[in-house]
């Protein structure tokens, strides 16, 4: 049954850009396309927002339905809303981001629309060709943007591990997401100066070298320090 | 002529929070809804995008058509994408948020649509009864969370002040957007040691009291700056 309106509207879609992390570095999770147009190329999972289902709602399906993938972080980045992004008619598409603890997950798996799901290095998807679908490249450049900002003020990051962690793994998670070393000294001492990591009585288990001490993040403390509007800086 | 789809779709529009400085405080546009729902109640101005336009260029024609504001700083803020938020039929609305100095704008003019188009202190719409049409105030509410993540991080706030301006002003803003007052000499300190502050060889014209100096923002720097990732912190 066809619906009719008095006015043209445009489509609206929804796109993920999925960071994992894993001892080979920062991945971003690409589709490879079933259907016309960009048949056959590597794109962001996302679709059509269905008329009763928030854009929200919307995001969190098509990232089910098309990887698998459940019960991630997930926030809203930015609406891509050009006219000529779609060659088929026009589409304004909601971007999302979601980061996911590799380790924790099973491997993607393809389904509805797809014909595959799979993990690449975010810096080689940036240099492919050919290029992913759509503007999807533009959207994950911002993506990327969005999540060197957010690691510096939030401890987004954290979505990245798993739920304990040494220091070392931190640290090469602030290096991967921001794509440069930082001094081992200078980093121990800021991150346990903000006061939001839980020592545990526990080391890592099986590893070759000398086991390093683990740590949680504190989240109850981060909330209650946020509200106090403690990390204040002009 | 009417526009036939396989699929419902949304209708999407676009929603400007429109922040201005004055003496008085911080200031929000609104505008007198002339048509229904919330017919007579104060809204954020807007309206639909036209199928054949970009989603920011709607943004700034529906700014421009309703309260006269053209070629003011605008970016794009969060998309409202609940399934009711609008009581006649599902309306995804793209936000964005502006930042214009009152002294330089002439006084806001009603256009089309609406009946007026009038500035408001913002800490008193937000008590407002009745109470913004549909969910702007949800939308006013995120805007000014955050414009005032941004000042922190970002010299955002230099669009709301005069090109010339004293520390008192710029220290006024930082305490208006955050909404709680700044330690003279620590403020001060901290904002030259960002060294994005021109000093003039101009001082204040027209004051009764002793005439303070005045400064322009360092864009050109404030750039190369950002570039180098100078004002890193994890």
Known sequence: MPFTYEYARPAVTVDCVVFGLDAEGLKVLLVERNLEPFKGRWALPGGFVHVDESVDAAARRELREETGLADVFLEQLYTFGAVDRDPRERVVSVAYYALVNLSDQPPAKAATDVRDARWFPVQKVTAKAPPLAFDHADIL??????????????????????????????????????????????????????????????????????????????????????????????
């Open 141 to 234: 450049a911002v993506a990327w943007e969005r999540l060197k900002g957010k690691v510096r003020y939030q401890p987004i990051g954290f979505e990245l591990l798993p739920r304990k962690f040494t220091l070392s793994q931190l640290q090469r998670l602030y290096e991967t997401v921001l794509g440069r070393p930082l001094d081992k000294r200078n980093f121990r001492k800021k991150i346990l100066s903000m006061g939001l990591l839980v020592e545990l009585d526990e080391v890592q288990q099986d590893v070759a070298h000398r086991a390093a001490r683990l740590y949680r993040f504190d989240e109850a403390r981060y909330l209650r320090l946020k509200k106090k509007g403690v990390d204040f800086e002009i």
